[in-house]
């Protein structure tokens, strides 16, 4: 069964940054994409970078320049790096995997992916 389990949320202030981690396990991980979501109150779940199996990146053009997405294949880990926090980046973070290994293209919507963490919460004060 596949888990994946997020962590590194926490309160920060503006222009902070954090790394949030997500740790799969049950199956293996190297042959996988791998994505981050964010959900605010009252919206919709929304794209924030994927890594695809091959290691090739992509982010939300809103979002280019602050965040970095990594993969570390060795401790099946994926990684997001948040730099100049703003309070608008203040929402629940979801890790997400895909469910077909070799999986390519954007992997831009929610019904791209297959499994999720239960989330860690970012908010970010002004």
């Known amino acids: 069964q596949v888990q994946l389990v997020e962590s590194g949320g926490g309160l920060v202030q503006a222009g902070a940054s954090l790394r949030l981690s997500c740790v799969a396990s049950?199956?293996?991980?190297?042959?996988?994409?791998m994505g981050w979501f964010r959900q605010a109150p009252g919206k919709e779940r929304e794209f924030v970078a994927r890594i695809g199996w091959n290691g090739g990146a992509l982010y939300a053009d809103s979002l280019k320049g602050r965040f970095t997405i990594s993969r570390d294949n060795a401790k099946s880990m994926v990684l997001l790096q948040m730099n100049s926090l703003k309070p608008e980046d203040t929402a629940v973070y979801y890790c997400a995997s895909t469910g077909r290994p070799y999986h390519s293209g954007p992997l831009l919507g929610p019904e791209d992916y297959d499994y999720w963490g239960q989330g860690t919460q970012v908010t970010v004060s002004s």
């Open positions: 049950g199956r293996t991980f190297s042959l996988y994409a």
